[in-house]
């Protein structure tokens, strides 16, 4: 009888335990983890904590969750906790509002100090390095600019100096692309004016091009971030059509920034200006390996295009993209192969080894419970480049003890011996070895025979095929079975061939009983040619062409529909390719469908769906031109729901082709009766106009022509007709 383990929860609330227990099935779950915090800022900050660090470990950059952190401090008059909170945040968080909240911090606790200005002027300094070129950093700037005009001066250098540094910001504002910057460009000509109306013009003329650049692109980043969500909490990888949206919008603004909008020729300020935007970009979408990838290649790129030019500068750059590595490794990336390897690859460039092995030994350790194999692999391949085979066969060592690698480590090392030590004895040591352990893993099994294929040892190779081939299940073996043929046919001889291909079809005699066509047919193939047409291998029910074809055609197994055409009233169903899958079964063919478009508004000729809209096929758009428009046709219109009522209470009786034909003579007797009261009705009718016209001398004999439009005797004498 097994014990279940009660997990210990936070929340003391039954809505906050419903909550964790939607976390323990969906870490990620925003909605879960905001009823916890909401528990947590209603009761004491010591017990919030715990809650805290347990959601900052979930989103490490969340500017919005570090901020609710800080000011629950605050609220607690916790300041030496608060400042805490700010040296782990501030620097690798580069939020908006969480620097906001760091400078009300600053201003309201550190007001009665005697150095207050300038510890609030290098908090403002501080604040404008890292997130002065947010395009809503405006605010950081005006509140800025107020502080320093309210400052009180004694003596004409004191004043001097105050007017030189807010002459100095308001000329960095004036020349920064961000919102409402047109009237801290007024405050400024005001402000010169105002000190001195001799040198006011001439220095706002100076600045009236930097001024104009800015606002320019400004305008262009206004429409770029307009539909941004830049607050919201990074979650893995989804599918959602908001989410793709978002990540479109932000590609699309960071290659803006790398076309250099701003037009400068300064080469640091475009790389700080594409790195700010990667770092606001990563905030939201944190989970993405290949941002961060694309961040640090770009960064390196520049820092060796500095380098290139002799400037000392590009060292530092170089440091910025190995910290910037360690920081992805160091909140989402933790277990990210690919992030790791793009790491140590970038750490080997600069030949820091020891740096490599502590990247390599960290990435296997936090992986956990997960597959070590790839690590190894290229641990492996790493340690042979940078100190020699000896050094890889040392990692090639630990790999072979560790429980968590597959069979791939064996081939990799077994391969490197034999292509780098030319050495093929050991790389056949090292299979064998392996095959101890891996004897029934067929993806092991193909990789030894590829190897000893390409010695060109033919009777070695024949012993391994006959050792493989009974060590494996029937299940596992067929493709053993089929390198084992194309072996024989393009060494041996006749006879070895079909003395294979008879083994063959006794060891898979079920699948070939009703086709023994199909072991020929992989005789005669080579690479994607064949023997016989697409539909007769199909018909075979060929399970390998079928895969093949439907990697060529579709992204899944897929099926032609017949075609229906008309001829002389009959249909018969013309010739269609089937395509089946492996088994054998029929598949939908997707190859022409349209592709469905992610989209918030629906516009015309789309059909739109929930989430977004396909376009309309071609066929339907021809015949909506051709067809009359809706506003042509004034009815009768028919209750669709009423109408299927009626069908679904017809009873069709048994003598079905007897009751038809008795029907098409009611139908037959009942039209000729129809025209015959139609031609009455109308003489009748123009006889009763004549009589009573203005015209009494016309001839009683003579006949009225029916009306030009007659629908019904139309229809009456199309039914004569066809009867």
Known sequence: MTSQVKVKRWSKTERGMQAEEKLDENLYDLEAWNVLIREAQSGMIERGRELYERLLKVFPLSGRFWRTYVEHEMRCHQFEQVEKIFQRSLVKVLHLDLWKCYLMYVRETKATLPGFREKMTQAYEFALSKVGQDIGSTQIWVDYIAFLRAGETSGSFAENQKIAAIRRVYQRVCSSPILNIEPLWKEYNQFEQSVNKVLAKKLCEDRSRDYKNALRVAKE??????????????????TLADEQHQLRLWKKIIAWEKGNPCRSENVATVKKRVMFTYEQCLLVFGHHPDL???????????ARSLGD??????????DEVSMFFERAIGTYMGRSEFIHFASADFEQSRMRYEKCHDIYSRLIKSLEDADHSLAYVHY????RQAEGMKAARLVFKKAREDVLCNHAVFVAAALMEHTCSKDKTIAIKIFELGLKKFAVEPAYAKAYLQFMISLNEDNNTRVLFERLVSSLPESASRELWDMFRRFEQSVGDMASLLKVEKRMSAVFSKEVENCEALLIVDRYRFLDLWPCEQRELLSMKHKGFAKQYSMQHTAAPSMVAPTVVASRGDYTQAKAVSIADSTGRGMPDIKNMVPFRPSVRVGVNVQGVPGGSFPVPQSLTELSLAIPPPTSFQGPFVVIDDWIRVLNKIDIPED??????????????????????SAHFAFAKGSSRKRHGADAHESDDEEKAPPVNDVYRARQQKRVNTG
């Open 221 to 238: 980043a206004e429409n770029l971030y307009r539909d941004l969500e830049k607050g919201a909490p990074s979650v893995p990888p989804g």
């Open 292 to 302: 961060w990838y694309e961040a640090a290649h770009f960064l390196s790129e520049a």
């Open 309 to 318: 030019k002799s400037d000392t500068q590009a060292k530092d750059w170089l």
């Open 380 to 383: 492996m391949r790493f340690a």
């Open 656 to 677: 079905y082709e007897m009751f038809a034909a008795k029907w098409e003579d009611r139908v037959k007797l009942e039209g000729d009766l129809a025209m015959k009261s």
